[in-house]
């Protein structure tokens, strides 16, 4: 789930301009414009829709692991 957030992430950086994040809506759920879009695209593919923590979650990950090849990915995962 989390390389499809990842991969999401980019998608949403380069057509909305600006880095997918994840907010606090009026009523202190979590709740963004990149959240909502993880969630949709969950949808229209049919997989699982992840929750706003598990989008949030990714995206700490994402910050701490430096872009790298798939491959060496994989192993700094799984270590």
């Known amino acids: 789930m989390d390389r ?9 950086a380069k057509y909305a301009g600006k880095g997918g ?9 979590k709740d963004s414009p990149f959240i909502r879009f ?3 695209s969950a949808r229209q593919f049919g997989s699982r829709v992840p929750s706003p923590s598990t989008i949030e ?10 872009e790298q090849h798939i491959i ?3 192993k700094s995962q799984s270590q």
């Open 4 to 12: 499809y957030i990842f991969e999401l992430a980019k998608i949403y």
């Open 21 to 29: 994040g994840a907010g606090t809506g009026k009523h202190g759920e």
């Open 38 to 40: 993880v969630q949709e």
């Open 57 to 66: 979650a990714a995206l700490r990950k994402k910050a701490r692991i430096p």
């Open 72 to 74: 060496a990915l994989v």
